[in-house]
C-alpha cells in the first residue's frame, strides 16, 4: 500500500457513524393570557378617552347647528319687518301727497285761507 490517500479511502471499508439521536430538552415555552390587565386598562382608556372627545365633538356640533337655525329664524324675521317698513314708507309716500291731502281737506269743508298759511319744515 501506498502512501495514497484517495487508495486509502478507497480501501477501507466505509463507515456509517450514526449516533442515536439524543432527545433534545424541550424549551418551555411560557404561555401568557393573551391579554394582560395593562394591556386592558391602557385600552379602556383609550376607549374612554375616544368616547369622550366623540361625544364633546357630536355636543358642540349640535349647539352650532342649533345656533344657526336661531340665526336664520331672526334672519327671516329681520327680513319680513324690513318688508313691512318699506311698504309703511311707501304707504306713508303715498298718502302724504299734496294732492290726496288737499282733496281731504276739501271733502272735509276746509278752506285755503292764503293769511293763515303757516309753513312747517319736514324732517
Known amino acids: 500500500m501506498s502512501n495514497n490517500v484517495a487508495y486509502k479511502t478507497n480501501a477501507e471499508p466505509k463507515r ?3 449516533e442515536a439521536p439524543q432527545p433534545q430538552p424541550k424549551k418551555e415555552i411560557l404561555k401568557r393570557g393573551k391579554i394582560t ?10 376607549v374612554v378617552v375616544i368616547a369622550v372627545f366623540a361625544f364633546k365633538i357630536i355636543s358642540v356640533q349640535a349647539q352650532i347647528y342649533s345656533v344657526n337655525q336661531g340665526i336664520q329664524e331672526q334672519q327671516t324675521n329681520v327680513d319680513k319687518q ?3 317698513n318699506e ?3 311707501s304707504e306713508v309716500a ?3 301727497r299734496y294732492e290726496r291731502v288737499w282733496q281731504k281737506a276739501k271733502e272735509l269743508g276746509l278752506k285755503l285761507d292764503p293769511d ?3 309753513v312747517v319744515e319736514g324732517k
Not at 390587565?37 to 383609550?46: A, M, N
Open 94 to 96: 303715498d298718502l302724504s
Open 82 to 84: 324690513v318688508k313691512a
Open 87 to 89: 311698504d309703511l314708507s
Open 16 to 18: 456509517v457513524h450514526r
Open 116 to 118: 293763515n298759511v303757516k
Open 37 to 46: 390587565l395593562g394591556e386592558k386598562l391602557i385600552v379602556s382608556i383609550f
